[in-house]
């Protein structure tokens, strides 16, 4: 398995999870696992990379993200 930066995090969703709650539950995630560090620590989560995907998401500035 390949490493991956420290303070980031890789989340797999099934397919009945619509995008939209996707995106809405990644942004959650981060917001909980910050308030959780007081905010010492920028975590940042990532949907695991499927084709193109990973690539939009790296482009994408803070905030895009924060749209979503």
């Known amino acids: 398995m390949t490493e991956i930066p420290d303070n980031h995090v890789i989340v797999k969703f099934g397919k009945g ?5 996707q995106g809405k539950g990644l942004l959650a995630f981060e917001r909980i696992l910050r308030d959780l ?10 949907k695991e990379a499927r084709g193109d995907d990973s690539k939009l998401r790296m482009m994408m500035t803070p905030e895009e993200r924060a749209k979503l």
């Open 37 to 46: 560090t007081d905010h010492k620590l920028w975590i940042e989560v990532f």
């Open 17 to 21: 999870i619509s995008p939209d709650v």
